[in-house]
Each structure stands twice: as C-alpha cells, then as structure tokens.
C-alpha cells in the first residue's frame, strides 16, 4: 500500500513553456502533499506544503506565482513551472501524507525536467 | 531549530566491507522521528527505516543494521558486507511532530561499492 505516483517522469520543455507534473496517491487520502526539489548531487530541498482544498504554503526563497499548487482532491496535487527557464531544470519529487498516525511521507519516483 | 548533518559526503569500499553511514541530528522536540533513504540512480527514494524517538532500540534487517543513541543525537546506518547494488546516495531525515510534520533532510553520502 501507500504507493504514490507522478506524471510525467520526464519531460523536456522550451524555455519560456509552462509545464505541469502530477503526483497521485494510488491506494489512500492524502491530506498534505509535499513538493521537493533536488539539483544534482544536492539534497531534497522542500518547496511547499499543500493541504486538499487550500492554498499551498511555499518554504522561503520559493516564488509562488512561478511554482503553482494546486490540490485539488485528497488523491491529486500538481505543481507548474510556470514560463520555464534553464535554471527550473531539476528533478522534482512529490510525497503524500495521511496526516494520521505517525504522518509518514510515502514519496514519488520524481520528474525529471529540463529546460532548454 | 532542526537540523540533520551527514557529514560524510562519499565513502568507498570495497564489496564485502563493512561500512557505517552517520547521522547527527539536532531538535529541540522530545517527539520526533528519524528515516534512512536510499536514493539509487534512477533517483527514487527507497524507504530504510523509521525510528521513534522513543524507541532507542537497535535495528537489524539482513545486511543493515541502525544504531540510534539520544545521548549523541546520532542515528548512524551499518551495511555490513557491502555489495555492488548497495552503491547510491543515502539521506537521513528528522520528522517534526507538530504542525505538518515536515521532513529535514540531511546532505546524503554517496557510497560507492567497488567490485
């Protein structure tokens, strides 16, 4: 159980594009998604919380308007890179909590961007 | 504030070593949590292990082993016997138990298994 999705697992998008990456809870309710960011041989660095039907909460440094989240059901959060340049170019990784019990993290296998 | 230190940033051993993998954490809650990731190339993470901050007891599972020590704020990783498909970046991570539960994650070590 516990198995998280995201969508696409690559993608490569011109600069200037918007692009969207979709995480999916397969098999429970998340309450809370998060939204990491990691660059090459760096640590997952969190971007935003977001809880179903509310606006997400952006960790400092991370500009909104660029990255929107949107959660929109209780198995569904995506994040926009909005107007892409090179420097978005990293792998973004998404994971879903219940928000109960010991409110693990069950994480994403990541998306892949690149931004040429 | 929390913070999580892996001070090793790469290890290299040779297959069938036993190397040790360290984790330095810092908070000020009396309840939290600690994990180990294993993040092979293709970059998912692969969930190790979860520690309450109550239970101090050792861990054991086939090659790998966890000792975590509240006295030393440490949570350190053992593989004993290394083998080639243990070669990836390894995270060790805090869990705070209050408001959304965010994870802190450490800088990783890449460990190498040479054959």
């Known amino acids: 159980g516990a198995v998280v999705s995201q969508h696409p697992s690559r993608v490569i998008c011109k600069s200037g594009t918007s692009v969207k990456i979709e995480c999916r809870s397969l098999d429970f309710q998340a309450t809370t998604m998060f939204w990491y960011r990691q660059f090459p041989k760096q640590s997952l660095m969190l971007m935003a919380t977001?809880?179903?039907?509310?606006?997400?909460?952006?960790e400092q440094g991370v500009e909104k308007d660029k990255f929107l989240i949107n959660h929109a059901s209780l198995t569904l959060s995506t994040l926009t890179v909005t107007s892409a340049h090179p420097e978005d170019s990293s792998f973004y990784i998404c994971?879903?909590?219940?928000?109960?019990?010991?409110?693990?993290?069950?994480f994403g296998p990541g998306t892949r961007l690149t931004v040429t | 504030a929390q913070k999580v230190t892996q001070a090793q940033t790469e290890i290299s051993v040779v297959e069938k070593e036993d190397v040790t993998l360290d984790c330095v954490y810092e908070?000020?809650?009396?309840?939290?949590?600690l994990f180990w990731y294993k993040q092979p190339p293709s970059g998912e993470l692969v969930f190790l292990i979860r520690?309450?901050?109550?239970?101090?007891q050792n861990e054991i599972s086939g090659r790998y082993s966890w000792n975590f020590q509240k006295s030393t704020s440490s949570f350190n990783f053992t593989i004993t016997a290394s083998q080639v498909v243990d070669s990836a970046v390894y995270f060790c991570a805090l869990s705070e138990t209050s408001g959304t539960y965010k994870y802190i994650f450490g800088t990783g070590t890449r460990l190498k298994v040479l054959a």
């Open positions: 908070t000020r809650d009396t309840t939290y949590y």
């Open positions: 977001s809880n179903e039907g509310s606006k997400a909460t952006y």
């Open positions: 520690r309450n901050s109550f239970d101090e």
């Open positions: 994971s879903a909590s219940l928000q109960t019990g010991n409110y693990e993290q069950y």
